[in-house]
């Protein structure tokens, strides 16, 4: 087997080829089955070349939950068009995310002071969720699904933060279970109010539940 160094060239080669395909799965497609034709094989490092974010728009994004790999936590990334059309607030919460610039967006656990209870509170640019989605595989984790009026997706993100209002964080059981409004049902709110759908999952407990992101509990 040839040297990292020796093949990052010719996978950058390929990569480019298809680079202005705009539909993320055909290009992963396409550009996997040119590497398998020229016999390269994908390392992990070909994967981050091959699949980093770089289109602008909206992408929906899930993790696993430590101790429990079948369930997914799922947060949202917004890459906007043009940096120069946003306020310097917005330009400021901007942040490296595969191999442009934007903001993570999602739901947390919060414990409330000394006392057992917790909330359901929201974040931008949460460090694991930012980590998550630098490392995610375009694609299977982190799925590109608008790019329309990708600068007003950012403002709505932002605006959705800012006029959030927290509420309970359901304990174990009721969180894992999904009986209960948790960090999927405001990342699936969150989706919707910026114009989006999203299939539910089995694996996203919550992600049912509808979450009204304007009224407290």
Do not use: C, W
């Not at 006029?163 to 969180?175: G, I, Q, T, V």
Request: avoid cysteine; proline fraction near 4%.
């Amino acid at each position: 087997m040839s040297k990292i160094s020796d093949r990052i060239p010719k996978i950058r080669q390929i990569i480019d080829r298809f680079a202005n395909i705009a539909d993320p799965h055909e290009r992963a497609m396409r550009t996997k089955a040119a590497l398998s034709q020229a016999r390269i094989e994908m390392t992990s490092l070909g994967q981050i070349f091959a699949f980093e974010v770089s289109k602008p728009g909206v992408y929906h994004g899930k993790r696993g939950v430590a101790g429990f790999p079948l369930v997914k936590h799922e947060y949202i990334v917004v890459v906007p068009k043009d940096e120069k059309k946003l306020s310097p607030e917005q330009r400021k919460r901007l942040q490296k995310i595969g191999k442009t610039r934007g903001i993570v967006l999602g739901g947390y656990r919060q414990k409330v002071g000394r006392s057992k209870g917790h909330r359901l509170v929201s974040r931008i640019n949460q460090k694991v969720d930012y980590k998550a989605a630098n490392k995610a595989r375009l694609g299977k984790d982190l799925k590109h699904i608008g790019s329309r009026g990708a600068n007003k997706s950012l403002r709505d993100a932002m605006k959705i933060r800012k006029e959030y209002k927290n509420r309970d964080y359901p304990s174990h059981l009721p969180n894992l279970l999904g009986r209960r409004q948790n960090s999927n049902s405001f990342a699936r709110a969150a989706l919707k109010e910026m114009g989006h759908e999203r299939k539910t999952s089995f694996f996203a407990p919550g992600s049912r539940k509808k979450l009204d992101l304007r009224k407290g509990g």
